[in-house]
């Protein structure tokens, strides 16, 4: 583990992963471009550090001992105080079934290795200026009879109590309920809440739907057949 540099002002971010030499590397990229950096070898040692270090982008191996990965993300997704932080994946495994397990506990990104550090820069200051760019425009939806609040990325249905959701299953529902009503396809929705320097699979969509549904319930985004999906303030088939 290292020790996080003074600059409080810089984003903060966790490097995990048990190869010391990507670790290193990561590491002098990172504080080369400004950002403040702790490193963990493990799943188990990055959860701890998380206690009271609050990263804003954790950089997470999937193949690790003691702990991988997904279960780690899982893990680290739980912590309310992590609401707000990216995780991107890095792993050597290119199959989909990995990098739909990734989407399914909570990744905003999903990066092959081996790493090409300049890419990866690139990558991660684009997911920090569109955090910027969104924190310019509106801040709440009241739509039906779900509150959607962008400063501390909750929903709150009804009288009952503000749910916290996933960055990207925000943003996913935050932009589907700012235009009611109107359809997006699969590649618009990735294209507008992943963005086009990054590359995942269109079914990280359905998974983020999903998920949503299961905490909102089924009445609130539906799904033309072929066409793509819409929140919904008419009844429609789904």
Known sequence: MSTAKANTTAPKVLVVDDDSDIV??????????GYTVETASNGKQAIEITKTYIPDLILLDIMMPQMDG????RILRQNLELKNTYILFLTARSEEYSEVAAFEVGADDYITKPIKPRALMSRINA???REAQKAESGDQIDVLDLSI???????TQGQANAIVLPKKEFELLFFLAQTPNKVFSRDELLQKIWGADIYVLERTVDVHIRKLREKL???YIKTLKGVGYMFATQNINS
Do not use: D, P
Request: hydrophobic fraction near 25%.
């Open 127 to 129: 997911l920090f200026r």
């Open 149 to 155: 609040n962008r400063k501390n990325y909750t929903v």
């Open 24 to 33: 290193e590397l990561l590491e002098y990229n990172l504080e080369k471009e």
């Open 70 to 73: 997904i279960e780690t993300g």
């Open 217 to 219: 319930g089924e009445s």
